[in-house]
């Protein structure tokens, strides 16, 4: 399986962490937006070509498919032009900024046959399969979910510290992780409401954020985020159910008494992004849909959309 990387920042190099560990997997076309930046993390990771100009990987003979980490703004036309191209695509999060957009790229995907995939992390961390596995199996029922989202971002920066050519979003990045898996865990979603804090004078987005969320089953969510947080950083999950409370953060899993759940069986892998990439090779491999397929994570970008509306 030979695939090629768009974006070589932070994120970017989570990937070619986690493909490393994939067997039968060779990377072999980095694209980023400095050649020179974009060269030196070829080099670091053995990849043969460097280049500023997807166009250019597209057109290779030698890639399979490929993965997009590039600016929010870009995905759903990278996405549908690499599918143009005959490349199946795994697309970080988020698929798309709008609804019309996130349309489009399903559209291709039908019309293609082609694997589409989006980057909807949770639905891979083990510490949120394990509390899938329960639901599944019939041992737990959501009745509440609290979610906290929090960075401090004041400046356009990414998660390394170091200057971003674009702007992150609340609602369409940060948001899209919960509101997929409150769906993914709780049933579709029925009821979504949002308010947001002052516009920031020179980034032009919302700092801070407030959604609640209404699935079919009855359960609810309530999403807090920030960018004006002072620590501590990242997402933090609450299951609130109707035989037990668990905490989730990243891959790892706690009681509602901060005790240890082992939760190393669950997946081939402790890394959500490693299993994400494994997901995706397999899928393409097997000829089947994979788990956040744009199809399966479709329904979470109708809700941004309604959000969208409700914010404007």
């Known amino acids: 399986m030979r695939i090629a990387l768009a974006g070589a920042g932070a994120f970017g190099e989570k990937h070619l962490d986690g493909l490393k560990n994939i067997d039968g997997v060779t990377v072999t076309s980095l694209v980023g937006r400095r050649l020179d930046a ?11 070509h460097a280049t500023t100009d997807l166009d250019e990987t597209l057109a290779r003979d030698d890639v399979d498919a490929v ?4 600016p929010t703004q870009m995905h759903a036309g990278q996405a549908i032009a690499c599918m143009n191209a005959g490349k199946h695509v795994q ?6 900024d709008s609804w019309a957009d ?21 639905r891979f961390n083990p510490s949120h399969q394990y509390v899938h596995n329960l639901i599944r199996a019939g041992e737990l029922n959501i009745q509440q979910m609290d979610v906290q989202t929090y960075f401090f971002r004041r400046r356009n920066i990414n998660a390394k510290g170091e200057a971003r050519s674009w702007t992150d979003h609340l609602l369409w990045h940060h948001a899209a992780h919960t509101v997929d ?48 947080n002072d620590g501590p950083l990242g997402t933090f999950f609450r299951y609130i159910g109707d035989t037990g409370t668990y905490i989730a953060r990243y891959d790892d899993l706690v009681t509602a008494r901060e005790e240890a759940i082992d ?3 669950v997946a081939a892998s402790m ?10 090779i397999s899928a393409i491999r097997e000829g089947r849909e994979p788990n956040s397929s744009v199809a399966k994570v479709f329904d979470c970008y109708r809700v941004l959309g309604e959000l969208e509306k409700q914010l404007a």
């Open 38 to 48: 974009t060269q030196a993390i070829a080099d670091k990771y053995g990849i043969g």
């Open 102 to 122: 996130a349309q489009a790229v399903l559209a291709k995907q039908e019309e293609t046959g082609l694997v589409c995939m989006v980057g909807h992390t949770r």
């Open 67 to 70: 993965i997009l980490c590039t």
């Open 263 to 265: 939760v190393s069986k």
């Open 91 to 96: 697309v970080e999060i988020p698929l798309a």
């Open 271 to 280: 890394n959500g992004i490693e299993l994400q990439d494994r997901e995706f």
């Open 181 to 228: 898996l409150f769906a993914y865990q709780a049933g579709r979603i029925v009821a979504a409401h949002a308010m947001q804090g002052p516009i920031h004078p020179e980034l032009g987005i919302a700092m801070d954020m407030s959604i609640q969320l209404k699935s079919e089953s009855g359960a609810i969510c309530t999403l807090s985020l920030s960018f004006n």
